[in-house]
């Protein structure tokens, strides 16, 4: 899948970091990125419109993103949407809760634009 043809959804609690990872999308040629700041507002989200790809925080308040990502693989299913989780955790515990839970593929902070468009493409090969 071509990285222009991709609508991706960027869930995470902290503004600074939903701009950064849109600004990379965007200059990687993807149109279509929405954003929200929490686990409920992205699967409001979600049942508005479902994503091809999603780039999940795993730390966020209320509803964190291994709870997100259970809920939101309960709407969408791998083939028709990847799950990429974020976090400040490096740990094999941490990736293996990340899988457990439902996504497809886990980057640690801080994420480079690289590190990310390999994930992405690696997902879609």
Same mark, same amino acid.
Not at 14 to 23: N, P, S, W
Not at 54 to 78: H, S, V, Y
């Given at each position: &899948?071509?990285? !222009?043809?991709? $609508?991706?959804?960027?869930?995470?609690?902290?503004?600074?970091?939903? #701009? +950064? @990872?849109?600004?990379? +999308?965007?200059?990687?040629? =993807?149109?279509? =990125?929405?954003? !929200? !700041?929490?686990?409920?507002?992205? @699967?409001?989200?979600?049942?508005? %419109?479902? /994503?091809?790809?999603?780039?999940?925080?795993? %730390?966020?308040?209320? &509803?964190?993103?291994?709870?997100?990502?259970? %809920?939101?693989? !309960?709407?969408? /299913?791998?083939?028709?949407?990847?799950?990429?989780?974020?976090?400040?955790?490096?740990?094999?515990?941490?990736?293996?809760? *990340? @899988?457990?839970?439902?996504? $497809? *593929?886990? +980057? #640690?902070? /801080? =994420?480079?634009?690289?590190?990310? @468009? *390999?994930?992405?493409?690696? +997902?879609?090969?």
């Amino acid at each position: &899948m071509a990285l !222009a043809t991709l $609508d991706v959804l960027i869930v995470d609690d902290h503004e600074a970091m939903r #701009v +950064l @990872l849109h600004k990379v +999308l965007e200059r990687a040629g =993807v149109t279509r =990125v929405r954003d !929200a !700041a929490s686990g409920a507002a992205a @699967l409001a989200h979600i049942t508005e %419109r479902a /994503p091809n790809l999603i780039l999940c925080d795993r %730390r966020m308040p209320e &509803m964190d993103g291994l709870a997100f990502t259970q %809920r939101a693989r !309960a709407i969408l /299913p791998r083939e028709t949407c990847r799950i990429i989780m974020i976090t400040g955790q490096g740990s094999e515990a941490a990736h293996a809760e *990340a @899988l457990a839970a439902g996504a $497809d *593929a886990m +980057l #640690v902070k /801080p =994420v480079s634009p690289r590190d990310l @468009l *390999a994930a992405i493409e690696a +997902l879609y090969a």
